[in-house]
């Protein structure tokens, strides 16, 4: 099974990223949800776990209930994220988010270290320090992540 994952799409970081990310975040959910794919949701609520600061972006489409929380930058350190994609028989991640260069490049990296076919959909991916998101990316595209230009 095929998942949008979006990662870390939250009001607090959405100022410090490019106009019009959330536009194409959310014409990605659209997509996903034409094509009956699970939308999966990642929110990071910071080292000491205070979800209080963290919402989702106002605007993003939130389609399912499937809302994880995480601590650190990888969505895998959510025992019950993990647990939920097994019991989902997910193959195959579709990526969304922010940023592209921590909390998606560790989240992807894990996901193909777990045998996780993975989609970067890059017009949705969002990344503070585009100079040093270019290594992560060309990482992430050295350990089979696929990496798809999303024109909305």
Partial sequence: MEILLVIDVQEKYM????????DAVNARIDEAKKLNLPIVYIRNIGVLG???GYELACGLNVESGLVFDKRFPD???????????KEMDVDTIDVVGVDGRCCVFRTVMTAIEQGFGVKLYLDAIGARQSRFYEKELQEMKAAGAECVECHF
């Fill in 15 to 22: 100022g410090f990223y490019r106009e019009g990310l959330l």
């Fill in 50 to 52: 205070n979800a209080s």
């Fill in 75 to 85: 969505a895998f350190t959510n025992k019950e994220f993990a647990q939920k994609l």
